[in-house]
T-cell receptor
């Protein structure tokens, strides 16, 4: 079945450092791809998404490009802030049964130090 | 703004108790989901509902049941709680049935079964 693999954390960076969180997927079709973020004590919220190959999703300085040839959707940010400390989940949308469902990676915790 | 609320942030129950987790969304979404979140495993789908009184099993339905009597409310039921059901439970909702549609998450209920 479809699956998502993302790099294990925690990832610890200093403020203003460059961030990459790797995400690769396995899917039979052409899924939509998502990055969700979970700040401490909160539920998940959508960070960005891409719906077809070569699409770039972007939000709050974060970017990710849908790469069909490498089945990847890596998350990047040029300069992280302390407020970016959170858990980041890569996910794909899979049609199973009566509705589209999300399949999540295991999550990557990011800690940004001042 | 879409709002998904869950009845409790923290819950402590004893083994064998019947446990109800409630979720309410205020945006008239057709689809609602229950996940459990465990460290290193990401989010795993327990059940989802695509309409009132309609449900489908997710990836880990064993030991759980659900109820959707009204469109805005989706309940997760642990018939006889066990210690391996200690986890964070997240509810989500989504409008329509497109791969790219966003899921909106509640803040989660951290359940401890002793």
């Amino acid at each position: 079945g479809d699956s998502v693999t993302q790099m294990e954390g925690p990832v610890t960076l200093s403020e203003e450092a460059f961030l990459t969180i790797n995400c690769t997927y396995t899917a039979t079709g052409y899924p939509s791809l998502f990055w969700y973020v979970q700040y401490p004590g909160e539920g998940l919220q959508l960070l960005l998404k891409a719906t077809k190959a070569d699409d770039k999703g972007s939000n709050k300085g974060f970017e990710a490009t849908y790469r069909k040839e490498t089945t990847s959707f890596h998350l990047e940010k040029g300069s992280v802030q302390v407020s970016d400390s959170a858990v980041y989940f890569c996910a794909l949308s899979d049609k199973g049964g009566r509705s589209y469902k999300l399949i999540f990676g295991s999550g990557t915790r990011l800690l940004v130090r001042p | 703004d879409v709002k998904v609320t869950q009845s409790s942030r923290y819950l402590v129950k004893r083994t064998g108790e019947k446990v109800f987790l409630e979720c309410v969304q205020d945006m008239d979404h057709e689809n609602m989901f229950w996940y459990r979140q465990d460290p290193g495993l990401g989010l795993r789908l327990i059940y989802f509902s695509y309409d009132v009184k309609m449900k489908e099993k997710g990836d880990i339905p064993e030991g759980y049941s659900v109820s959707r009597e009204k469109k805005e409310r989706f309940s997760l039921i642990l018939e006889s709680a066990s210690t391996n059901q200690t986890s964070m439970y997240l509810c989500a909702s989504r409008s329509g049935d497109r791969a790219a549609h966003e899921q909106y998450f509640g803040p989660g209920t951290r359940l401890t079964v002793t």
